[in-house]
Nanobody, 115 residues
Framework: QVQLVESGGGLVQPGGSLRLSCVAS????????LGWYRQAPGKQRELVAVVTSGGSTNYADSVKGRFTISRDDAKNTAYLQMNNLKPEDTAVYYC?????????WGQGTQVTVSS
């Protein structure tokens, strides 16, 4: 059974940094695009950043220059480095992965930016 587990969320002050991790476990024979999404209270889930199997990246305009997505295929892990966090970044962050040609979601990790 394939699973995605996120970690690294928490409470941080404005201007601070967090690094999210997403680890895929189970029988995995192919890893495609990896992505991070977020959902704030009362809002729809939105794309934050994606990285393809070839290493190409794409970011939401709101996080460009502050967030960096990366992947370590040897560890079946995706990362999201978040710098200069703002209160509007507060949300539940979800990992999304194309594994074995199927899409999987993690359970989410809460990120709260507040003084």
């Amino acid at each position: 059974q394939v699973q995605l587990v996120e970690s690294g969320g928490g409470l941080v002050q404005p201007g601070g940094s967090l690094r999210l991790s997403c680890v895929a476990s189970g029988t995995i024979f192919s890893v495609g695009q990896l992505g991070w999404y977020r959902q704030a209270p009362g809002k729809q889930r939105e794309l934050v950043a994606v990285v393809t199997s070839g290493g190409s990246t794409n970011y939401a305009d709101s996080v460009k220059g502050r967030f960096t997505i990366s992947r370590d295929d040897a560890k079946n892990t995706a990362y999201l480095q978040m710098n200069n966090l703002k209160p509007e970044d507060t949300a539940v962050y979800y990992c999304n992965a194309a594994l074995n040609r199927m899409l999987y979601w993690g359970q989410g990790t809460q990120v709260t930016v507040s003084s």
